[in-house]
């Protein structure tokens, strides 16, 4: 079998929790706001993923969508509008008026809240318009400048080969994750990317293809699952964390003896599995 000098034995040991907070915690808090964060952490996150993109005047913002309409009050195009615009949106109100006066946070910001709590991150970077390697190689510079020693080692993740290649650039030793929409094959651009985790639609996944992707070297982890039994489901296939936007309720079903922190890479399977691995 060959099996490569991987990224997570090459970036050392990422410390990977079963189950990481998605958008913070997007069920329950505003997605990618430092209310969200915060909650993420109150309710017994470890880790949180959120979303990354640049504005028009190169600031580096939480934020999901290419446009502001679904989760502020505003409207426009994220990456043709400066910064100053987005800061004044209410990113809180539309999700639940006690969260009115929630603002779209900088990185900056959140990695200061993020020292605070003691969580760490998956950082996934969204690109548009022509900016995959701007986005990459500044949120790279950036995390590089500004992630605080004491916090885990940050993931850096993206759909977008051309920002993970911008950000190995800036920044070679930093964790990233390759993220897929479907299954298939195209996990095996993890190797030439010089990924630590593929970061999967759950959705895609069996068996078969969580066992060929540990088999490979690399940690696998899904998004985004909202139901204890379907995170259940995967942990016993090998899937290492699963993302949730109501991370207390995956919690609080935890399968015995599930560690809450998860080493990479995770240790080869036997029987069947392999065997397929190995084919
Ligand atoms: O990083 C996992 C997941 O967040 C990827 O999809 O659209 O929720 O950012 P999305
Ligand atoms: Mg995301």
Known sequence: MHRPDSAASRLGELDLPSVIGHRGAAGVAPENTL???????????????????LTAD???????????????DSCGNVGALPSSAIRCCDAGAWFDASFAGERVPTLAEAIELLS??????????????????????????????LWPQHLPRPLISSFSPDTLEAARYRAPTMARGLLLRGAGGRW????????????????????????????????????TVNEPARARELFAWGVCSVFSDVPHMILAQMPPGLPQSNATPPPLLAGSARREALM
């Open 116 to 145: 605070e709590l003691g969580l760490g991150a998956n950082v996934e970077l969204k690109s548009q318009r022509g900016n995959a390697i701007q986005t990459g190689m500044a949120a790279a510079d950036l995390l590089a400048r």
């Open 188 to 223: 095996r651009r993890a190797e030439a990317l010089g990924c630590a985790t593929v970061n999967a639609d759950h959705r895609f996944l069996r068996p078969a293809v969580v066992a060929q992707i540990r088999n490979a070297g690399y940690s696998v982890l899904a998004y």
């Open 35 to 53: 209310g969200g964060l915060r909650r993420a952490s109150a309710l017994g996150c470890r880790w949180v993923e959120f979303d990354v993109r």
């Open 58 to 72: 190169r600031e580096l913002i939480l934020f999901h969508d290419d446009r502001l309409e679904r989760t502020t």
